[in-house]
């Protein structure tokens, strides 16, 4: 009986994972290269609170410090290896707590933690427009921190402090570039109209974006072809090649 049962979850298991093959996937842009702002997030203010009480009129002052503010961290741990599901030009990160009387201090704010794969290269651009390496992520896991919380305001509660408080510091921000290293398992290269895009969407489900005017692919596009034994192999379409009178090119995009 247990052996029938073992099969029958089997057959489903079989099933479902074939009919989940069959779904349309959802189309990737692919992207190996990025550039956004991150800006740390916004320290909480301090309170500006007293204690004194007619019982007690030189309690003083008891108002609680402000949270920090979430910082920006980017950690590899994503299983697509491609950039291109990042689609926000500016990150903030979360506002740290506001503090309250009864020195009861605010919360730090949440961290903000933003997925890549394995082997991309972050970089913070100055203005000059010059890269300057702040880490390489070669291990599942592995984190760096692209822009850091302010600190939290003070409140009137602190010691040696006037009776006043504090707004909470600014987030650090940051023009950061995402510099991804790791290749696709499998490239789609063609001449215009050869039938790289038919060939992609038959062993992947997935449809490259088109110009119906010249009825080419105009994005490289992410698809997988999966396998009975959850081997995963990614695949790419790169936009047709042009050719110039001395070379071959690849139409001129940004990834």
């Not at 030009?89 to 903000?112: F, L, P």
């Amino acid at each position: 009986h247990r052996q029938n049962l073992q099969q029958q979850e089997e057959a489903l298991e079989e099933q479902e994972e074939e009919q989940e093959m069959q779904k349309p996937q959802k189309q990737r842009f692919y992207s190996d290269l990025l550039r956004m702002t991150m800006t740390g997030g916004v320290g909480g203010s301090g309170a500006l609170a007293s204690a004194v009480t007619r019982a007690r009129p030189t309690a003083g002052l008891n108002g609680g410090s402000g949270g920090k503010g979430g910082d920006i961290i980017i950690v590899a741990n994503s299983e697509d290896p491609n950039l291109g599901y990042i689609r926000e030009e500016e990150i903030v990160g979360n506002t740290g707590d506001i503090g309250r009387g009864g020195s009861v201090n605010g919360k730090n704010a949440k961290d903000t933690r933003i997925s890549v794969p394995v082997g991309t290269t972050v970089y913070e651009i100055d203005k000059k427009e010059k890269r300057h390496k702040l880490a390489t992520l070669t291990r599942w896991g592995q984190t760096v921190v692209a822009a850091k919380g302010g600190q939290g305001g003070l409140g009137s509660g602190m010691k040696n402090y006037a009776p006043s408080k504090q707004t909470g510091k600014p987030g650090e921000s940051k023009r950061i570039e995402l510099d991804l290293q790791i290749q696709h398992d499998v490239s789609i290269l063609g001449f215009p109209q050869s039938g790289k895009s038919t060939l992609l969407s038959s062993l992947s489900n997935v449809q490259a974006p088109r110009d119906d005017t010249i009825e080419n692919t105009v994005f490289p596009t992410m698809g997988y072809m999966r396998f009975i034994n959850e081997k995963k192999v990614s695949l790419l379409d790169y936009p047709p090649f042009k050719h110039s009178s001395r070379s071959f090119e690849i139409l001129p995009f940004p990834f």
